[in-house]
T-cell receptor, first 110, second 114 residues
Framework: GQQVMQIPQYQHVQEGEDFTTYCNSS?????IQWYKQRPGGHPVFLIQLVKSGEVKKQKRLTFQFGEAKKNSSLHITATQTTDVGTYFCSYGGSQGNLIFGKGTKLSVKP | DAGITQSPRHKVTETGTPVTLRCHQTENHRYMYWYRQDPGHGLRLIHY???????DKGEVSDGYSVSRSKTEDFLLTLESATSSQTSVYFC?????????????FGPGTRLTVT
């Protein structure tokens, strides 16, 4: 079935630096979601994108869905220690389930 | 978090024993899911339910069974636990509607099979 690849797998940044994670698919996606999972926690829904070229912002987080709907990105401006965690992209499968990427683990050095 | 609880939160069991994990929701959502999370594999769907007594297999269903006799409860059973089933198990509900795939996850159950 369809897979989504996330890069990078790990990212270490200094507090205040920007961070970007990418989600790529070989096929067109009808939708994409982003989740954040804090260490020891559970995935928490951040946002869903459905339109080609869509850009959504949540404070310091910017989410983008590519024009061809085959890739997406999450950009964090001026990272803070509260941003630590693993960020997952996912898309809705035919069963109503979610197919997840393997995530990008972000660590932030104060 | 959408009124989802999981029990137990932690369990250690021996190989070959049966184990049942429970997911309970309070908001009457139709869709419920069981995922397992393992390092290097992300989240993988085990089974899901689209209503009372309506369930189907996911990507990694071998060795697992599920039951849903009430809207609010979705049970995951490991008939004979194996060490490969050591994992963190998450239940999720879907707030599906009008094309939304937004899911809300329970706190997880950490299962260790020795």
């Amino acid at each position: 079935g369809q897979q989504v690849m996330q890069i990078p797998q790990y990212q270490h940044v200094q507090e205040g630096e920007d961070f970007t994670t990418y989600c790529n698919s070989s096929t067109t996606l009808s939708n994409i979601q982003w989740y954040k999972q804090r260490p020891g926690g559970h995935p928490v829904f951040l946002i869903q994108l459905v339109k080609s070229g869509e850009v959504k912002k949540q404070k310091r987080l910017t989410f983008q869905f590519g024009e061809a709907k085959k890739n997406s990105s999450l950009h964090i401006t001026a990272t803070q220690t509260t941003d630590v965690g693993t960020y997952f992209c996912s898309y809705g499968g035919s069963q109503g389930n979610l197919i997840f990427g393997k995530g990008t683990k972000l660590s932030v050095k104060p | 978090d959408a009124g989802i609880t999981q029990s137990p939160r932690h369990k250690v069991t021996e190989t070959g024993t049966p184990v049942t994990l429970r997911c309970h929701q309070t908001e009457n959502h139709r869709y419920m899911y069981w995922y397992r999370q393992d390092p290097g594999h992300g989240l993988r769907l085990i089974h899901y339910s689209y209503g009372v007594k309506d369930t189907d297999k996911g990507e990694v269903s071998d060795g697992y069974s599920v039951s849903r006799s009430k809207t609010e409860d979705f049970l995951l059973t490991l008939e004979s636990a194996t060490s490969s089933q050591t994992s963190v198990y998450f239940c999720a509900i879907s707030a599906r509607g009008q094309g939304s795939y937004e899911q809300y996850f329970g706190p997880g159950t950490r299962l260790t099979v020795t």
